[in-house]
C-alpha cells in the first residue's frame, strides 16, 4: 500500500504541474503533441485532437511536448505561428511559469479544504508540569485549562505555546479553569535556547509545561479557510527557499536531502495516519515541488525562465551550440543530485535514522 499512496501522490502533484504548461499552451496558441505523466516507454495512450495523452512507466516526473519545442526543429510556414519557440517571450515564460504556479494553488486549494473540514488540534490543557519549573511554582498543576494569556482568549494549545515563546523574561498572566473555579496567575517564562527546525540555536521563553494531548476539531468557514491557506502556502514557501539557503551554507547537513525512496515511506505513514495527514503531505511537496522547479537549473522551469529572462534582454536567444551545452551540464547537476538524495534515502533504510 505504501507503493500505491505514493504513486497516487506524485501521480496528482505532477498532473497538477503540467496542466500549468499545458493549459497556458493551449490559452497562448501553442499546439501541444504530448501531454504524458511519467517517463519513459508509453503504457497507455489515446489521441484527442493534437494532442497524445499518455501514462509513461517511469512515474518520478512527466512532460508536455509542444510544437517548435526543439531547436533547430524545421516547421512548414503555416505551422509557425501555433509552435512554441515563435512565440513572444512574456508567452513563452507564461507557459513555463504556469506549472509551478498550479502547484502552489493546488497546495492553497489543498489546504483550503483541510481547515474547513477540520483538523484535530490540542487543547490549551496543562498535562505535564517539569519539576521546578516556572509554572510549577506559579501552581499550575496538571488538568489546568488556560483560557486566556494575557487577556487574550486562548483554546489551542499552538496559540498558548506561541506567546510564551515570544516572551523569554518577561512576565504573563494566565486566566485558568479547574473544575468550577477560576483564577490567574503571573508566570515568567524562562531564557531557553533551543534548536530550531535548521539546527541553529535560538532564544525562546519556556515556563515547563506539556500538552494533556486532548484535542478538538477545529473548522473554519470558507473565506477564512482560504485566507488561512494563502497565508499557509506563504509560510511553507518562505521555509522552503530559507531551507534551501542554509543548505548551501552548510547550516543544514547535506545528508537530509531525500529522494524517491523516502517521499514513499513518508507517503506510506502519512496515509496510514488518516486521508487528512497525506493531504497536508501532499500539499507541502507541491509547494516543495513549485519552489525546486524555479530553480536556475538548465533543464527545469527556472533554468529556462533564465534563459527566457537572457534572450528578453538580448533581444535574442543563446546560441544553439551554447544551450546544448548548458542542457547537457544540467542533466549531469540533476542525475548527480538524485543519486545523492538515493544514497541518503539507502543509507536511512540501512540505519534506520530520520532525516
Not at 496538571?142 to 494575557?150: A, L, Q, Y
Not at 493531504?279 to 525562465?305: E, Q, R, T, W, Y
Request: charged fraction near 20%; proline fraction near 5%.
Amino acid at each position: 500500500m505504501t507503493f500505491f499512496w505514493a504513486i497516487v501522490l506524485l501521480g496528482v502533484l505532477i498532473f497538477v504541474h503540467e496542466l500549468g504548461h499545458f493549459i497556458f499552451a493551449k490559452i497562448s496558441g501553442v499546439r501541444v503533441l504530448k501531454f504524458s505523466l511519467g517517463f519513459g516507454p508509453k503504457l497507455l495512450s489515446k489521441k484527442i485532437g493534437d494532442t497524445e495523452y499518455m501514462l509513461s512507466a517511469v512515474p518520478l516526473g512527466g512532460y508536455v511536448k509542444m510544437l517548435g519545442e526543439e531547436p533547430g526543429e524545421e516547421l512548414k510556414e503555416e505551422d509557425k505561428k501555433q509552435a512554441y519557440n515563435y512565440q513572444p517571450v512574456k508567452k513563452r515564460m507564461g507557459i513555463v511559469f504556469a506549472g509551478p504556479v498550479f502547484n502552489l494553488i493546488f497546495a492553497v486549494l489543498l489546504f483550503a479544504v483541510i481547515f474547513s473540514v477540520g483538523m484535530p488540534v490540542l487543547v490549551s490543557e496543562v498535562g505535564d508540569v517539569v519539576k521546578d519549573s516556572p509554572a510549577q511554582r506559579s501552581g499550575l498543576l496538571t488538568g489546568d485549562e488556560i483560557v486566556s494569556i494575557n487577556d487574550a482568549d486562548v483554546k489551542r494549545w499552538d496559540e498558548l505555546s506561541n506567546v510564551i515563546h515570544n516572551s523569554p523574561g518577561i512576565k504573563i498572566t494566565l486566566k485558568i479553569k479547574r473544575g468550577e473555579e477560576i483564577f490567574t496567575i503571573e508566570v515568567m517564562p524562562e531564557r531557553k535556547k533551543v534548536p530550531n527546525i535548521f539546527g541553529e540555536e535560538k532564544e525562546i521563553g519556556l515556563i515547563g509545561i506539556a500538552p494533556s494531548g486532548k484535542t478538538i476539531i477545529k473548522k473554519e468557514p470558507l473565506p477564512d479557510a482560504v485566507m488561512m491557506a494563502v497565508q499557509k502556502t506563504y509560510e511553507i514557501t518562505a521555509l522552503t527557499i530559507i531551507g534551501i539557503i542554509k543548505l548551501i551554507q552548510r547550516v543544514i547537513p547535506a545528508k537530509t536531502i531525500g529522494g524517491p525512496i523516502l517521499i514513499l515511506q513518508m507517503a506510506g505513514e502519512q496515509a496510514s495516519a488518516g486521508f487528512m495527514n497525506f493531504f497536508v503531505f501532499m500539499a507541502v511537496i507541491s509547494i516543495n515541488l513549485s519552489v525546486l522547479n524555479l530553480l536556475p537549473i538548465p533543464i527545469l522551469d527556472g533554468g529556462h525562465i533564465l534563459f527566457l529572462s537572457i534572450e528578453g534582454i538580448r533581444g535574442k536567444p543563446l546560441k544553439e551550440k551554447t544551450m546544448m551545452i548548458i542542457q547537457k551540464v544540467g542533466i549531469a547537476m540533476i542525475i548527480a543530485l538524485m543519486t545523492f538524495a538515493i544514497y541518503n534515502d539507502i543509507i536511512r533504510l540501512v540505519t534506520g535514522e530520520m532525516p
